[in-house]
């Protein structure tokens, strides 16, 4: 028999609901208390795992299509999945910068040589391609070796996470995986574009300068970049852009250099045109003006302007047309592509507020232009 002390302290009639509800109370607080860092963790690594599946399939997927698009435009005597799978793994050291004097040419020297075995290996692969189907390879390989780099990476420190059981290293990951979904999102969309040889958004400042030049003689001024004299608003204007309609962005910062010193400096202004991301909010396909080189990647261009701007006095004006990340590797949208009257609109604007009748100025189409003839 319970002594009557005890039994006042147990639950009776109604209490015994609200009685087991305080034990589970009391037992999860002290589970969580002592093991939530841990849950919080499965939780987590869960979630990623998850993305490495997606981004796994999207590395696959791209690797199929460069083997099957390689095999059909190059008609290879061998199995062309090795050498693939090489060039996937391909990188670029970037030279030392302890001492920056002569750095610029140090990476333009590197990156002409990453050029150079790029397409190389490309004709390897593909022998029977023309020199248009050998650069719309080249960026589709890239776009595929973009997704292995960025799944390797994921995969590198979701192993190193849950190796080392480190909170932190999960949750950083965990929160820039959206960012880094939707850049291998937009890679994984550039494959069909490259494959098909179709305009991308980057191609926009291209598609610019190819409107300009239409129905004029071309003269290749800088590797792989053509350049025609077009007379707008009674200026004489220099119209350069990559050579389409392959996948390229050639030199153009070396054609500007060119012209620039070619005409002794007397260019009254130049004109940069080139996709620009948008900020969220913003509609793709917004026309943007300001004041700078335009061009962008790893700066090697955009010296070689700045540097000969700066000793001709010669102003440098920029019009951007706004896109997403996934719009810049994809195929043209319907927004972009309406844009490019616009900014010829504004382009002749600045020329007549900026120049006088009989000046000589620059207009330079910057951007991937593939699909996009001159």
Known sequence: MIPPQISQLLPTGDNVLGWVFQIVFFVFFIVFMFYGQRIQIYIIIREIQGSMMRLKFMRDEGRKMAI????????????????????LEYFAISPVNLDPAGIIGRLEHVLDVRDVRFKDDVRLMAPQANDTQVNNLENMLEAALALNIIYKIIRHYYILGKKTFSLYVIMQLQ??????MREAEAYASALKAFKDGQPIGDGAGALV?????????????????????????????????????????????????RIIEENDGKIALTIVVDAGLKLEGEKPGEVAEGIGVAIGGPGVEKYKVEEVALKHKVPVNAIIIKEDIGDAVSPMRKEISDAIDEAI??????????????????????????????
């Open 68 to 87: 099957k698009t390689v095999k059909e435009l190059g008609k290879p005597s061998t199995e062309p999945a090795q050498r693939v799978d090489q060039f």
């Open 175 to 180: 929160m820039v995986l959206p960012l880094i």
């Open 209 to 257: 300068a190819a409107k300009l030049m239409r129905g004029h003689e071309k003269t290749q001024i800088a590797k792989d970049v053509v350049m025609v004299k077009v007379p707008i608003e009674g200026r004489t204007a220099y119209v350069l852009k990559a050579e389409g309609p392959g996948a390229n962005v050639g030199k153009p910062g070396e054609a500007m250099k």
């Open 345 to 374: 609109q504004r382009i002749k604007r600045l020329i007549l507020e900026r120049s006088k009748e009989g000046d000589n100025v620059v207009i330079a189409g910057i951007g991937n232009t593939i699909g996009i003839g001159q």
